[in-house]
């Protein structure tokens, strides 16, 4: 008898509006899904430990990571427009703003801090802390720290805090390379077949059907979403889920590859990650 499959994503809406149909056995053919919720800078961690079948990590993190797991092709946050931003308590840009400053981050595996780096490579911080996500404006606001760098729903609200967008790195990476931000990748084990019978190959068709399913009938999953939202407004929800819900969740396609090999080659030239080859997967 195979066991449940477990699983780990994060509670933001992009996530629960996208696996709802998956967990909630609403697509044909799934096994048995348990589920955790956590932020990235956890995820990446259990990952790096095998902990879950499938789970939502870091793009920064694949090169700890695909040891023990395989890429899929879909599920994941890739996009325009959508990246991470550097927000300080004055007005003033570029990555000048931060050099000699203490800076929170939100892991330090994580695909923002992995961008912020490379953006600071010649002005860095005389201080870098991990602080969770939620805590990163309030302490900037609070002089607690200097800058703060933040992801996801911060786009929509730093300006209640009081701060200003000392850099928006996917407007730095888009204009650098022409290519989409890669942010959170969805892994399977690639032992996956012999604990759940089902393969990786299986597993992201499966969640490639979760994604259609979502925009399908987006009213199915409004209660799971809002549930978890961490009393999120309605209309930051659906700016959410707009901005990082996109083409690239259902399938990376070549573009979507090309900026993941164009992050973490980056990243490997300036001794910042370990090289990686990233492999293919088609969902069957």
Same mark, same amino acid.
């Given at each position: 008898?195979?066991?449940?499959?477990?699983?780990?994503?994060?509670?933001?809406?992009?996530?629960?509006?996208?696996?709802?149909?998956?967990?909630?056995?609403?697509?044909?053919?799934?096994?048995?899904?348990?589920?955790?919720?956590?932020?990235?800078?956890?995820?990446?961690?259990?990952?790096?430990?095998?902990?879950?079948?499938?789970?939502?990590?870091?793009?920064?993190?694949?090169?700890?990571?695909?040891?023990?797991?395989?890429?899929?092709?879909?599920?994941?946050?890739?996009?325009?427009?959508?990246?991470?931003?550097?927000?300080?308590?004055?007005?003033?840009?570029?990555?000048?703003?931060?050099?000699?400053?203490?800076?929170?981050?939100?892991?330090?595996?994580?695909?923002?801090?992995?961008?912020?780096?490379?953006?600071?490579?010649?002005?860095?911080?005389? %201080?870098?802390?991990?602080?969770?996500?939620?805590?990163?404006?309030?302490?900037?606001?609070?002089? %607690?720290?200097?800058?703060?760098?933040?992801?996801?729903?911060?786009?929509?609200?730093?300006?209640?805090?009081?701060?200003?967008?000392?850099?928006?790195?996917?407007?730095?990476?888009?204009?650098?390379?022409?290519?989409?931000?890669?942010?959170?990748?969805?892994?399977?084990?690639?032992?996956?077949?012999?604990?759940?019978?089902?393969?990786?190959?299986?597993?992201?068709?499966?969640?490639?059907?979760?994604?259609?399913?979502?925009?399908?009938?987006?009213?199915?999953?409004?209660?799971?979403?809002? %549930?978890?939202?961490?009393?999120?407004?309605?209309?930051?929800?659906?700016?959410?889920?707009?901005?990082?819900?996109?083409?690239?969740?259902?399938?990376?396609?070549?573009?979507?590859?090309?900026?993941?090999?164009?992050?973490?080659?980056?990243?490997?030239?300036?001794?910042?990650?370990?090289?990686?080859?990233?492999?293919?997967?088609?969902?069957?």
């Amino acid at each position: 008898m195979t066991e449940p499959m477990r699983m780990a994503f994060s509670p933001c809406p992009n996530d629960t509006f996208v696996f709802h149909a998956l967990v909630h056995g609403l697509i044909p053919g799934a096994p048995e899904i348990t589920v955790d919720f956590a932020d990235v800078d956890v995820t990446n961690g259990a990952a790096e430990r095998g902990d879950y079948d499938l789970v939502k990590v870091s793009y920064a993190a694949l090169p700890w990571l695909l040891d023990k797991y395989t890429l899929l092709p879909c599920g994941g946050a890739l996009g325009r427009g959508c990246g991470p931003l550097v927000l300080t308590r004055d007005a003033a840009t570029g990555p000048e703003t931060v050099a000699g400053k203490t800076v929170a981050v939100p892991g330090d595996r994580t695909t923002a801090y992995l961008l912020f780096r490379l953006w600071a490579s010649e002005h860095p911080p005389a %201080e870098v802390v991990v602080r969770p996500f939620a805590e990163i404006m309030p302490a900037v606001a609070a002089g %607690e720290i200097d800058a703060g760098l933040v992801i996801h729903e911060a786009r929509f609200t730093y300006q209640r805090y009081g701060l200003h967008a000392a850099a928006d790195l996917g407007d730095w990476w888009e204009s650098t390379t022409g290519l989409p931000i890669p942010l959170g990748a969805i892994l399977a084990r690639k032992d996956l077949e012999a604990r759940t019978g089902i393969t990786p190959a299986t597993a992201a068709a499966l969640v490639r059907a979760s994604v259609e399913a979502a925009w399908k009938a987006p009213e199915q999953s409004r209660r799971y979403v809002l %549930e978890h939202a961490q009393e999120m407004e309605d209309d930051v929800v659906d700016q959410h889920i707009g901005l990082y819900v996109n083409e690239f969740t259902r399938d990376l396609g070549t573009d979507g590859y090309a900026a993941v090999d164009a992050l973490l080659g980056r990243a490997a030239e300036a001794g910042l990650v370990p090289p990686v080859a990233i492999p293919r997967l088609a969902a069957v």
